[in-house]
């Protein structure tokens, strides 16, 4: 297989493409369609701050390290679970994302939910009906607050996360399947900072294949933590990922066109914004400041107090 740019031989053949690319000009490809995909949705501007959530992943540090090669303004942010299962997963993760930020000269910000909350993520799991088994929600809720504080308090300007195309399409799936008009509607790359108290967030991985991720980690030398969450086993995205990729391999381009035709689909107004769960977001919480969908504080807040 040769590279269609050069014809040296090619290292990585994207079928849904009919692309095939040398390791130079393949890095140039990622970096040129991610250009074109901040652009295309809007996501932020040269000028504009920009805080990446890194999980110690391929996708989250490349994602980093393709806006540090776009000239991005881009600072990164860490949040230490507490989950020592595995090889030590978040120690292991935390390691990675720190060495990657020294070895460029980047800003990482570290928060430590245990040091900060006085527990761990699977600790306040356990104390919960909601996060009994798995701590996945709890987690999820966690992250969510977490990233958007930090950015909220450094006055960023969007936040980033490392979302690649499989997970997008797995989380559409999932809510197609169940058919969820209120995820669905609020589905998308860019999510607007439409409530006080949030700030934007952006997917500029959206688009790219998690193998073409993987590929650019390793090209790029990247060190990144192999294992997945060790909660994630047995988990309903990962099996609609393996159901995604059975579809794939018969017919190369499915998951893109799934995905870039709900995109299409959400964009002439398929899916009413009546439906948005945003809009019930009327309210805030008096101890953190962001939006909530009753009076009083939100869950967050409400969990992490209930611990003392
Ligand atoms: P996940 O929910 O684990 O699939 O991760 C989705 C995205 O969330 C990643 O690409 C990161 O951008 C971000 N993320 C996940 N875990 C962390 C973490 N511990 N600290 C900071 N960001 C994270
Ligand atoms: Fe949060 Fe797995 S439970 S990353
Ligand atoms: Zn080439
Ligand atoms: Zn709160």
């Not at 590279?3 to 690319?21: E, T, Y």
């Not at 701050?49 to 991005?72: H, M, Q, T």
């Amino acid at each position: 297989m040769k590279c269609r740019k050069c014809g040296a031989k090619a290292v990585i053949n994207m079928r849904q493409h009919k692309l095939a690319l040398c390791k130079e000009h393949y890095l140039d490809w990622i970096l040129e369609q991610t250009q074109r995909f901040i652009k295309k949705y809007k996501m932020f501007t040269p000028q504009e701050r920009i805080l990446v959530a890194v999980s110690g992943g391929k996708d989250s540090l490349s994602l980093w390290d393709i806006l540090w090669r776009l000239g991005y303004q881009a600072d990164g942010l860490y949040i230490g679970l507490g989950i020592d299962e595995g090889i030590g997963y978040s120690a292991e993760s935390q390691r990675l994302s720190e060495q990657f930020a020294a070895q460029r000269g980047l800003r990482l910000h570290i928060v430590d939910v245990d040091q900060q909350y006085g527990e761990t993520i699977p600790e306040m799991a356990d104390r919960t009906t909601r996060g009994r088994g798995k701590p996945c929600a709890v987690c999820g809720m966690a992250k969510r607050h977490i990233m958007n504080r930090v950015a909220r308090e450094g006055g960023y300007d969007v936040l980033a996360t490392g979302h690649n195309l499989d997970d997008e399409a797995a989380v559409l799936f999932g809510n197609t399947l169940n058919w969820i008009p209120g995820y669905l509607v609020r589905q998308s790359p860019v999510l607007e900072a439409n409530r006080p108290g949030l700030v934007r967030k952006v997917k500029p991985l959206c688009r790219f294949y998690e193998r073409e991720m993987a590929a650019y980690a390793l090209l790029r030398g990247i060190e990144y933590i192999y294992e997945e969450c060790p909660h994630s086993v047995g988990s309903k995205s990962l099996y609609y990922k393996e159901i995604l990729n059975r579809l794939e391999e018969d017919r190369p381009g499915a998951k893109l066109s799934f995905y870039l035709r709900f995109l299409q689909a959400r964009e002439e107004g398929l899916f009413a914004p009546q439906a948005d769960p945003q809009v019930e977001l009327l309210h805030t919480c008096p101890s953190c400041g962001q939006p909530t969908t009753a009076p009083g504080e939100c869950a967050f807040c409400r969990l992490v107090k209930s611990a003392s």
